[in-house]
């Protein structure tokens, strides 16, 4: 549960409720707190719970990593076939994680849907724009990657480790890898109602996220073809600008010098040939990488 924000004082309430949830499934568990940074008052309550003899571990960070590494300390010091990943604080009712947590027995990642939703309209709008985008740059059928409540097997934590804001698509990487991702859902938490109001950079964070996103999964390995077809585009707009100018120059005897369209064509063949030249080179990297990158996850082996 990697804590990443000061305003989750009333962390003692929020373990109450996700450990009432998580108890009725009849498992052994254990809670991994991942603190990011200084939390001095989170850090007391969490002690206190531990010397009562709840079931907690602390991790604390030297200094604010953000959420991605705060993920990929939990899984480190995970020990379960069965991970859980929660918010610090309540984004959906416990009572629900039992129901999320025995779907996994027919995939290997669970991630919960907060529907119907309860919080304010600006929310709900924000939430729906980002999905969509999400859905049709990604192509990958998910109505609410911005909750953090998901369910996972262990093996999909192995293989997955996620950096910067890509903690947002760690169903998406999941399922790049040909794990089988489900999404269900769960009653949305009054705690979660609070108005989400960024600001403009931040927006922006996201639009640059998804692209990153959509690179990571269309293009990992072949990106001369998203920079061959870019480039390709834009030199061939310059070259039949140039083309027409040279005709119009050659047939009509219109004059080139006071022309901007030629400086403007001749800079789209050349950058057309810059992008072009970036796709060659992620060609050379991920061939001379190519060992190293693993983009699938085997499932099964039989031997006869």
């Given at each position: 549960m990697p804590v990443?924000?000061?305003?989750?004082?009333?962390?003692?309430?929020?373990?109450?409720?996700?450990?009432?949830?998580?108890?009725?499934?009849?498992l052994s568990y254990e809670f991994i707190y991942v603190l990011d940074g200084e939390y001095?008052?989170?850090?007391?309550?969490?002690?206190?719970?531990?010397?009562?003899?709840?079931?907690?571990?602390i991790i604390k960070l030297a200094r604010s990593f953000g959420e991605a590494t705060a993920l990929n300390v939990g899984f480190q010091?995970?020990?379960?076939?069965?991970?859980?990943?929660?918010?610090?604080?309540?984004?959906?009712?416990?009572?629900?994680?039992?129901?999320?947590?025995?779907?996994?027995?027919?995939s290997d990642m669970i991630i919960a849907r907060r529907w119907p939703r309860t919080d304010s309209t600006f929310n709900r709008i924000q939430s729906s724009i980002f999905n969509a985008l999400q859905r049709a740059i990604t192509k990958f059928p998910a109505h609410d990657l911005g909750c953090?409540?998901?369910?996972l097997k262990r093996e999909v934590a192995a293989e997955?480790?996620?950096?910067?804001?890509?903690?947002?698509?760690?169903?998406?990487?999941a399922h790049r890898l040909g794990f089988k991702v489900r999404e269900l859902d769960a009653a949305q938490s009054p705690k979660d109602a609070f108005r989400r109001v960024h600001r403009l950079s931040e927006y922006l964070r996201r639009?640059?996220?998804?692209?990153?996103?959509?690179?990571?999964?269309?293009?990992?390995?072949?990106p001369l073809r998203f920079f061959g077809t870019v480039g390709f585009a834009a030199f061939?707009?310059?070259?039949?600008?140039?083309?027409?100018?040279?005709?119009e120059r050659g047939f009509f005897d219109v004059p080139l010098g006071n022309r901007p369209m030629l400086v403007i064509?001749?800079?789209?063949?050349?950058?057309?040939?810059?992008?072009?030249?970036i796709g060659l080179l992620g060609e050379l990297l991920i061939f001379t990488h190519a060992g190293e990158i693993k983009e699938y996850f085997v499932e099964e082996t039989i031997n006869d």
């Amino acid at each position: 549960m990697p804590v990443t924000e000061s305003r989750y004082d009333d962390v003692d309430e929020i373990y109450r409720s996700y450990q009432n949830g998580i108890s009725r499934t009849k498992l052994s568990y254990e809670f991994i707190y991942v603190l990011d940074g200084e939390y001095p008052d989170v850090y007391e309550k969490l002690r206190r719970l531990r010397a009562q003899g709840e079931p907690i571990r602390i991790i604390k960070l030297a200094r604010s990593f953000g959420e991605a590494t705060a993920l990929n300390v939990g899984f480190q010091n995970a020990h379960g076939d069965i991970i859980l990943t929660l918010p610090a604080y309540e984004q959906v009712k416990g009572d629900d994680l039992p129901r999320l947590m025995q779907a996994l027995e027919s995939s290997d990642m669970i991630i919960a849907r907060r529907w119907p939703r309860t919080d304010s309209t600006f929310n709900r709008i924000q939430s729906s724009i980002f999905n969509a985008l999400q859905r049709a740059i990604t192509k990958f059928p998910a109505h609410d990657l911005g909750c953090g409540v998901r369910v996972l097997k262990r093996e999909v934590a192995a293989e997955l480790h996620v950096y910067g804001e890509q903690h947002r698509f760690l169903p998406l990487l999941a399922h790049r890898l040909g794990f089988k991702v489900r999404e269900l859902d769960a009653a949305q938490s009054p705690k979660d109602a609070f108005r989400r109001v960024h600001r403009l950079s931040e927006y922006l964070r996201r639009i640059i996220d998804l692209l990153t996103a959509f690179f990571l999964v269309r293009f990992t390995k072949k990106p001369l073809r998203f920079f061959g077809t870019v480039g390709f585009a834009a030199f061939m707009i310059g070259a039949l600008a140039t083309l027409w100018l040279v005709i119009e120059r050659g047939f009509f005897d219109v004059p080139l010098g006071n022309r901007p369209m030629l400086v403007i064509a001749a800079l789209f063949m050349v950058l057309g040939i810059q992008i072009i030249a970036i796709g060659l080179l992620g060609e050379l990297l991920i061939f001379t990488h190519a060992g190293e990158i693993k983009e699938y996850f085997v499932e099964e082996t039989i031997n006869d």
